[in-house]
């Protein structure tokens, strides 16, 4: 069973366009994590947020955390080709972790 | 910061071979550590949960007797996989937590490619 539902699954633009990636469930998340990875790399943790409604910005990404802490998005402005990657969001209730189904975006100079 | 290796970054090796894989952590002592698998383009599934000097929690449809863990000590765990099929063919991912449950901060590792021929 996968609790995060991400969409879309792939998303393919062309450089300076902006996106959004959804990360929905139908649980509630004490917070909840984004992640980037490459190609034949491990994930790395991007941002958590914590409290719902919680916006966090770095650089051209913006986090948002759903008031009811059931769901997150990740926007991106401006995207450019080095932001092509696997991207994951993941869910941490209490003692538990766990992966969205994942968004393969790639970025076309 | 916390920094997680894994070793081999890639293998090849004939069916019916078994594999190990080393996770270690380099400057910290890990508790917990995690094995993922994941297919190209997909999400990482949690394959066992390992804590040190006990035995391994598997997740559901996960063999054990398939993929053996051993967590010796606070900054090693392996994973081999045993008379590897071609179907193991796959990323293998390992991540390390520090203070000891799923909910605390994750390191992953780099990750190891297998294929099997």
């Known amino acids: 069973t996968q609790l995060l539902e991400q969409s879309p699954q792939f998303l393919s633009i062309q450089e300076g366009e902006n996106l959004t990636v959804y990360c929905n469930s139908s649980?509630?998340?004490?917070?909840l994590q984004w992640y980037r990875q490459e190609p034949g790399e491990g994930p790395v943790l991007l941002v958590t947020v914590v409290t719902g409604g919680e916006v966090k910005k770095l650089k051209r990404l913006t986090f948002q955390f759903g008031d009811a802490r059931k769901d997150s998005s990740l926007h991106i402005t401006a995207a450019q080709p080095g932001d092509t990657g696997l991207y994951l969001c993941a869910g941490l209730p209490v003692y538990q972790f766990y992966f969205g189904t994942g968004t393969s975006l790639t970025v076309i100079p | 910061g916390a920094v997680v290796s894994q070793h081999p970054s890639w293998v090849i090796c004939k069916s019916g071979t078994s594999v190990k894989i080393e996770c270690r952590s380099l400057?910290?002592?890990?508790?917990?550590m995690f094995w993922y698998r994941q297919f190209p383009k997909q999400s990482l599934m949690l394959m066992a949960t390992?804590?040190?000097?006990?035995?391994?929690?598997?997740e559901q449809g996960v063999e054990k007797d398939k993929f053996l863990i051993n967590h010796a000590s606070l900054t090693l765990s392996t994973l081999t996989v045993t008379s590897a099929h071609p179907e193991d063919s796959s990323f293998y991912i390992c991540s390390a937590s520090v203070a000891g449950g799923r909910t605390d901060t994750q390191y992953f590792g780099p990750g190891t490619r297998l294929t099997v021929l």
């Open positions: 400057d910290f002592q890990a508790t917990t």
């Open positions: 390992s804590n040190e000097g006990s035995k391994a929690t598997y």
């Open positions: 649980s509630v998340f004490s917070s």
